[in-house]
């Protein structure tokens, strides 16, 4: 097993929304929200979800080019979140972006040749002709000419300048290449070009590739794994073709729901995403996608099928939110007539109908609490209604907030996320000398040390909140042994102990997928 080259953990990025001359912080938005994955060397990830999920500031905090709140991003065995301007400038060099606008990712004054060779004279490559001698070289390998480096970005169609902004990107050598919508600006005809190029030039320079993009179309033709995100979370990650073959997470399978898929059998085909995506700065609690979920969980006491309970609980959300506006209800239910008079019976009808509600719900002990909460409505009560539906309508979906969880182990969200923190600490250590690693490991640990205030086993467990033994055996043996490593000094073994255990394993965070 070989250490991947990227490993992020915890990844967060807050922005302070603030009010009056003093700036004081009333909230926050909550971009990203302490997301974590790996990608491998030569391996393409694909981070998905719908615009103003936060995948572009994930790429953008991944690569320190805005300052993560919290989180650690391992690259090749150091901290990039603890570098230094130095130590940033020379990773610089090895992560590379690729926007999605190429026109404006270009400085109109500058020739193709300038704009592509500009990163190597950053980097200190003085020599002119040289410089042009790559740059030839490159655009020829993104399929255009070597004498295009005369020219200039206005003489380029969109395609051509995605294939510029590829060679820009890989200038340098990188080992990484984080693309933010790559094709999203290019017309449906040119997408497929570059998407074989980024494919092609993967596999030629044996690039690392972070691809970012809303459509499952993109991710499903070049990346070998991916993580889905939902509102500043990872709610589910993959290799492609299982993801799309059987997907976990509700969220994935209502993203697939308008893709064609191999199996016409497959569980939630079919189901549309419906409604907006919730505002960062006020997340919904419990689950985040509760409030658009197709399958949110029913209450057990009741007998209602998925759609009617998904209708029930859009009504309780609404009543509890915005609220719903009676007023315009009697107008409609009045038809013309005096909104005042509206029969009330008229005014249930138009509100049922306006959420998708049956006449009368299947289950009667459901069926008397929405219409005594219609009642309350009806007559002017929309705190008291808001109350009924709160009360009478739970979702475990709303009061639990699902963590993610490994395929095929017995771990809980909670140990798999200690096991991560746990993992990517011991990361920026596998090239340290063993001194330097019990040191570490004496600081990490100071409020755990034995009677004899030295670190053992039971100290790093509770100083990485390692429960022991863990619930899932085989988990347990190899984080056991990934701690003797480290109490040896040996930070490599016990990285490769715990990458080995752990590799690129299939997650989902949902309540549907949790063990008893
Ligand atoms: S926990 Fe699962 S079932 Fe419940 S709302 Fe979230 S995604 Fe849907």
């Known amino acids: 097993m070989t250490r991947p080259l990227l490993d992020v953990e915890g990844l967060t990025k807050h922005y302070p929304v603030t009010e009056g001359v003093l700036r004081n912080e009333v909230g926050r938005v909550r971009a990203v929200d302490g997301i974590s994955f790996t990608v491998d060397r030569g391996e393409t990830l694909g981070l998905v979800g719908e615009s103003g999920c936060g995948k572009s500031t994930a790429a953008t905090t991944t690569l320190r080019l805005e300052e993560p709140t919290d989180g650690h991003v391992v690259f090749d065995g150091e901290d990039v979140t603890a570098y230094d301007d130095r130590a940033l400038k020379r990773f610089r060099r090895r992560a590379q972006m690729v926007f999605q606008d190429p026109t404006s990712s270009f400085d109109p004054r500058m020739s193709i040749g300038e704009s592509v060779a500009e990163p190597l004279r950053v980097h200190g490559m003085r020599d002119r002709e040289r410089r042009r001698r790559i740059v030839g070289d490159l655009l020829e390998r993104v399929g255009l000419d070597a004498a295009d480096m005369d020219r200039y970005p206005h003489e380029f169609s969109g395609g051509q300048k995605q294939r510029i902004g590829l060679a820009r990107a ?91 898929v191999a199996d016409p059998r497959r569980r939630g085909q079919g189901t549309k995403l419906t409604g907006d995506v919730p505002s960062p700065s006020d997340p919904p609690p419990g ?107 739970p979702t475990v979906c709303r009061r639990e907030r699902p963590g993610l969880v490994p395929d095929g182990t017995d771990l809980s969200a909670d140990e798999w996320a200690a096991i991560k923190e746990f993992r990517v600490w011991i990361a920026t250590l596998v090239d340290a000398d063993r001194e330097v690693v019990t040191d570490r490991l004496e600081a990490r640990c ?11 086993r039971l100290a790093i467990r509770a100083a990485f909140r390692l429960p022991e033994p863990l619930s899932d055996s ?28 752990f590799g690129p394993l299939r997650e989902s965070a949902c309540h549907l997928n949790r063990r008893e």
């Not at 590739?209 to 709610?235: F, N, P, Q, T």
């Open 474 to 501: 085989d988990a347990d043996r190899a984080v056991s042994a990934a701690v003797d490593s480290l109490l040896a000094g040996r930070a490599a073994d016990a990285a490769d102990e715990l990458y080995d255990a």
């Open 446 to 456: 100071a409020n755990e040390t034995n009677r004899e205030g030295s670190v053992d």
């Open 287 to 393: 689950c985040r996608f509760h409030t658009r979920c197709p399958e949110v969980i029913p209450d057990e006491d009741y007998d209602l099928d998925a759609e009617t309970w998904r209708a029930v609980l859009n009504l309780r959300l609404r009543a509890a939110s915005q609220g719903i506006d009676i007023e315009a209800v009697r107008v409609y239910a009045a038809a013309g007539d005096d909104p005042e008079a509206a029969d009330p019976e008229a005014v249930r009808a138009e509100i049922r109908e306006e959420f998708d509600l049956p006449p009368t719900l299947p289950d009667p002990r459901a069926e008397e609490a929405l219409s005594g909460a219609l009642d309350r409505l009806v007559a002017g009560d929309a705190d008291g209604a808001a109350e009924r539906l709160g009360e009478a309508f």
């Open 170 to 260: 890989l200038v340098i050598n990188p080992d990484l290449v984080v693309a933010d919508e790559p094709v999203s600006a290019l017309d449906v005809s040119v997408q497929a070009d570059i998407l074989d190029l980024i494919d092609r030039l993967q596999q030629e320079f044996g690039l690392a590739i972070v691809v970012i993009s809303h459509d499952m179309g993109v991710v499903r033709e070049v990346c070998d794994r991916v993580a889905v995100m939902y509102l500043g979370e990872i709610v589910e990650t993959a290799p492609t073709e299982k993801l799309f073959e059987d997907p976990q997470h509700p969220y994935t399978r209502a993203l697939l729901g308008s893709t064609p």
